[in-house]
């Protein structure tokens, strides 16, 4: 099942956009190539770099995000986190929160972003609320829209690129998937994210940032 959904959410994350008109999403090809060439991550020095270009901030000293429209880093999945920051460079995402994050890592490396990635992927996630499972977490067949832990595991932590969504902040949740329903953010390869997300409603989006998030 997760190897069915491998390639399809690789763009669901962490904050909103650089311009009006974004950069294409990288095709499957082209992810392929950039995951070949991908440098092996240094958490040690990723952690040097997370304090010395100010990233606590905005994502806390331990990547968990005071302000509830902005992303939990911490425990993220490091493959996700890396492909997330090629897109903030590359201008693939659209929206005003993302100049900023441009503007942060525009002058780093591959290997400076491995190493970030590596570093926040081995922080302490936070806990979500417990509350009760929401049918639509479960999927459904008539709208083509596949259970959620097909692409993000059964307890939300995700899969090499597939973000985790437990523990993180509801607010931001929710405009995420909002941002992907209304063709907001498009830099998922093969619009996997978005062409579930267009089929949600607003009750079934906020029953599962309720579920996921913190």
């Known amino acids: 099942m997760r190897r069915t959904f491998y390639f399809l959410l690789l763009g669901f994350g962490l904050a909103g956009g650089t311009t009006d008109t974004p950069a294409g999403a990288l095709s499957l090809s082209e992810w392929q190539r950039e995951l070949a060439a991908k440098p092996q991550g240094d958490g040690t020095r990723g952690g040097t770099l997370y304090a010395e270009h100010g990233c606590a901030g905005c994502h806390g000293p331990e990547g968990m995000a005071d302000n509830r429209q902005w992303p939990v880093l911490a425990r993220q999945r490091p493959l996700y986190l890396y492909k997330m920051l090629l897109d903030y460079q590359a201008e693939r995402m659209a929206g005003p929160d993302a100049a900023i994050m441009a503007s942060v890592i525009r002058e780093l490396n591959r290997q400076d972003l491995a190493d970030l990635a590596e570093w926040l992927g081995a922080l302490p996630r936070p806990q979500a609320a417990e509350v009760p499972e929401p049918a639509i977490l479960r999927g459904d067949r008539k709208r083509l829209i596949p259970p959620c832990s097909a692409c993000h595991g059964a307890h939300g932590q995700g899969w090499d690129l597939q973000p985790a969504l437990r523990g993180q902040n509801r607010d931001y949740l929710i ?15 093969n619009a996997g994210m978005s062409q579930f997300a267009a089929k949600l409603t607003d009750e079934e989006i906020r029953a599962l940032a309720e579920y996921y998030g913190r």
Not at 175 to 189: M, P
């Open 175 to 189: 405009r995420t998937l909002q941002r992907f329903k209304k063709g907001e953010r498009s830099n998922d390869v």
